[in-house]
């Protein structure tokens, strides 16, 4: 028999009647003769409401007691839906993440998996039961109850999948696949049939919130397909796997967006060896993640240095950039937040020239000016004002003609 993980979130379980729903839906799987190992998450709105509680009785929750707490969202969850499949005749067992054996690391609160042993859950398949996991859980070596970070449930179902050896892993969500670009912001995105892995790690990293980066990263890693479909509509979703011959040939598979930039430029500092370093040290040790990075040199012997962060670190970038300013001497800090990154991606780009260029020329047409520019083997990036955003993303929509499936090789 086919094995399958299915995996579904917070908003699939978030009542008991979306439960019941979920429940009918793996059932209908079970007659089509498929093995089931299910995920899933806490219910909607439980995790936040954990920690909340936390707050109320200490500032600075203990990250081994978080986790603790935590994790008990999940074990409500798995226990309702194997009552809801046993109701309805199917035999179901639930398992929490250390009854599984997910062995991960001793990172509290950000976990990262080392090993999963396979032998409970398989007894139970072999039995004909459909195994139920909690998501984003698991426990150390030493018996400590760890939670995986953001996107932790997504990443358990692809983990499962690959260590049993699964034909597909199923990600069911409140959208029904991946999309061309954000069907609010264009009213013509196109739902994406298949896409590759590195397509999907571009547009997870670039602000499509589809898929954590980390359940991407891990499904490539170990080959597992992936399917992204809608919990409360049917659809065949998208595939997300290897380039295959065959797949849809777009030269852009997608526009990703971020509206959570801002910009920051040092000017007049000493153009010597190791000033990006100088620059960027203080920065990277604030533990603020740096994004693009433009660098001019100019005529007298001096240099403009210019890079991006997330919004929410603006303030303190800003800070420390000014006082690395009057460090090193330079003339000037400027800095802005009303700035997004829109990218264009494809891995049909890396055997086409003039992709950039049509990109340029299609903003150009609509006087929106690029403040930077960043690109890889299958993506370019801009930066641009944040009031052209959603006029960026139609019109570059438009431009390479996404509303328009490509035809088979």
């Known amino acids: 028999m086919a094995l399958y993980v299915h995996k579904y979130g917070g908003t699939s379980v978030g009542t008991t009647e979306r439960i019941g729903k979920v429940a009918d839906r793996i059932v209908k799987a079970r007659a089509r003769g498929e093995d089931l190992v299910v995920v899933v998450s806490a219910m909607s709105g439980e995790t936040n409401k954990l920690v909340a509680y936390a707050h109320e009785v200490q500032e600075r929750p203990d990250p081994r007691e978080m986790d603790v707490l935590l994790s008990t969202?999940?074990?409500?969850?798995?226990?309702?839906?194997?009552?809801?499949?046993?109701?309805?005749?199917?035999?179901?067992?639930?398992?929490?993440?250390?009854?599984?054996?997910?062995?991960?690391?001793?990172?509290?609160?950000?976990?990262?998996?080392?090993?999963?042993?396979?032998?409970?859950?398989?007894?139970?398949?072999?039995?004909?039961?459909?195994?139920?996991?909690?998501?984003?859980?698991?426990?150390?070596?030493?018996?400590?109850?760890?939670?995986?970070?953001?996107?932790?449930?997504?990443?358990?179902?692809?983990?499962?999948?690959?260590?049993?050896?699964?034909?597909?892993?199923?990600?069911?969500?409140?959208?029904?696949?991946?999309?061309?670009?954000?069907?609010?912001?264009?009213?013509?995105?196109?739902?994406?049939?298949?896409?590759?892995?590195?397509?999907?790690?571009?547009?997870?990293?670039?602000?499509?919130?589809?898929?954590?980066?980390?359940?991407?990263?891990?499904?490539?890693?170990?080959?597992?397909?992936?399917?992204?479909?809608?919990?409360?509509?049917?659809?065949?979703?998208?595939?997300?796997?290897?380039?295959?011959?065959?797949?849809?040939?777009?030269?852009?598979?997608?526009?990703?967006?971020?509206?959570?930039?801002?910009?920051?430029?040092?000017?007049?500092?000493?153009?010597?060896?190791?000033?990006?370093?100088?620059?960027?040290?203080?920065?990277?040790?604030?533990?603020?993640?740096?994004?693009?990075?433009?660098?001019?040199?100019?005529?007298?012997?001096?240099?403009?240095?210019?890079?991006?962060?997330h919004r929410n670190e603006y303030k303190k970038a800003l800070e420390i950039l000014e006082s690395t300013c009057r460090e090193l001497g330079g003339r000037e800090v400027t800095g802005d937040d009303k700035i997004v990154k829109v990218s264009i991606v494809g891995v049909g780009m890396r055997s086409h020239a003039g992709i950039a260029s049509k990109m340029f020329e299609a903003l150009a047409k609509e006087a929106i000016n690029i403040r930077m520019i960043s690109t890889s083997e299958i993506k370019i990036s801009v930066v641009v004002d944040e009031k052209y955003l959603e006029l960026a993303v139609r019109t570059l929509h438009e431009a390479f003609e996404l509303d328009q499936a490509p035809a088979a090789a």
Request: net charge negative; hydrophobic share 45%; charged share 25%.
């Open 73 to 309: 969202g999940e074990q409500v969850t798995i226990a309702l839906l194997a009552m809801a499949l046993q109701a309805r005749g199917c035999p179901a067992v639930s398992f929490t993440g250390w009854q599984v054996r997910i062995r991960s690391d001793a990172a509290h609160t950000k976990a990262r998996i080392e090993h999963i042993d396979t032998a409970r859950m398989q007894a139970e398949l072999d039995a004909g039961r459909v195994v139920v996991v909690a998501g984003f859980q698991g426990i150390t070596e030493s018996g400590d109850i760890t939670t995986l970070g953001r996107g932790g449930s997504d990443t358990t179902a692809v983990a499962l999948a690959a260590a049993l050896k699964a034909d597909e892993c199923l990600i069911f969500t409140d959208v029904d696949g991946v999309y061309t670009t954000d069907p609010r912001v264009e009213p013509r995105a196109r739902r994406l049939e298949r896409i590759t892995f590195e397509e999907m790690l571009e547009m997870a990293s670039l602000g499509s919130k589809v898929l954590q980066i980390r359940s991407v990263e891990f499904a490539g890693k170990y080959n597992v397909p992936l399917r992204v479909l809608s919990s409360f509509e049917e659809g065949s979703g998208t595939l997300i796997s290897y380039e295959e011959a065959g797949m849809e040939k777009a030269l852009i598979s997608g526009i990703a967006f971020n509206r959570d930039e801002a910009k920051l430029t040092i000017l007049g500092v000493p153009d010597r060896p190791g000033i990006a370093h100088k620059i960027l040290g203080p920065v990277a040790a604030a533990n603020i993640e740096v994004d693009m990075i433009i660098q001019n040199i100019g005529a007298d012997q001096t240099t403009d240095f210019t890079f991006t962060v």
